[in-house]
């Protein structure tokens, strides 16, 4: 058998759940034994996106939240989604205003992702921004957040010491150490 070929042979599909955010789909068919087999798929109708805000000296903006599927609070980049047809750019400015304040004079894409690929569709991608120029935070209602500067070793610190464990997070900040390894920034 071909290695890119799917080994799943499914017969039919139902939507169990769906919401503004999320789809779930139920698919039935036979497993790559030739089984019976059941397949759940959560599909995600935004974009993950993530900013990791950057000024001059290396601190980096970390935001605090508490997450309700996790029933815990996390540190991570800035954070949102955006449409899956509309320019990632402009949801990456939104949110970063959005939760930080800021404004960024520079952007360039440091990370392109899939987030759990063994049940959802769910994609990413992380902007580094640069010649910030702190304003007004503007917060959706929904969330309550904390936002701290913080220099670029603690937010890699915070990384390997499992103080901030969002997928896009670390990898952005490991892209990010990588970046600065490599003479990149």
Same mark, same amino acid.
């Given at each position: 058998?071909?290695?890119?070929?799917?080994?799943?042979?499914?017969?039919?599909?139902?939507?169990?759940?769906?919401?503004?955010?999320?789809?779930?789909?139920?698919?039935?068919?036979?497993?790559?034994?030739?089984?019976?087999?059941?397949?759940?798929?959560?599909?995600?109708?935004?974009?993950?996106?993530?900013?990791?805000?950057?000024?001059?000296?290396?601190?980096?903006?970390?935001?605090?939240?508490?997450?309700? $599927? %996790? &029933?815990?609070?996390?540190? =991570?980049?800035? !954070?949102?989604? *955006?449409?899956?047809? @509309?320019? $990632? %750019? &402009?949801?990456?400015?939104? =949110?970063?205003? !959005?939760?930080? *304040?800021?404004?960024? @004079?520079?952007?360039?894409?440091?990370?392109?992702?899939?987030?759990?690929?063994?049940?959802?569709?769910?994609? @990413?991608?992380?902007?580094?921004?640069?010649?910030?120029?702190?304003?007004?935070?503007?917060?959706e209602e929904t969330e309550q957040l904390i936002v701290k500067r913080v220099p670029f070793p603690e937010a890699y610190r915070m990384v390997r010491d499992f103080e901030i464990t969002d997928s896009l997070s670390v990898a952005a900040i490991q892209k990010i150490r990588l970046m600065m390894l490599e003479g990149e920034l």
């Amino acid at each position: 058998m071909e290695q890119h070929q799917n080994p799943w042979r499914f017969e039919s599909a139902s939507v169990p759940y769906e919401n503004p955010w999320i789809r779930v789909t139920e698919r039935r068919g036979m497993n790559p034994s030739g089984n019976p087999g059941l397949y759940g798929i959560v599909h995600f109708k935004n974009l993950a996106i993530g900013v990791v805000a950057m000024d001059e000296e290396q601190h980096i903006w970390l935001v605090g939240q508490y997450r309700v $599927p %996790l &029933e815990a609070w996390s540190w =991570e980049i800035c !954070e949102g989604g *955006g449409p899956l047809r @509309g320019d $990632p %750019l &402009e949801s990456a400015i939104r =949110e970063l205003l !959005e939760e930080t *304040g800021l404004r960024a @004079g520079s952007w360039r894409p440091i990370v392109r992702m899939h987030l759990s690929n063994s049940v959802s569709d769910e994609a @990413g991608i992380v902007y580094l921004a640069q010649d910030l120029e702190q304003g007004e935070a503007e917060p959706e209602e929904t969330e309550q957040l904390i936002v701290k500067r913080v220099p670029f070793p603690e937010a890699y610190r915070m990384v390997r010491d499992f103080e901030i464990t969002d997928s896009l997070s670390v990898a952005a900040i490991q892209k990010i150490r990588l970046m600065m390894l490599e003479g990149e920034l």
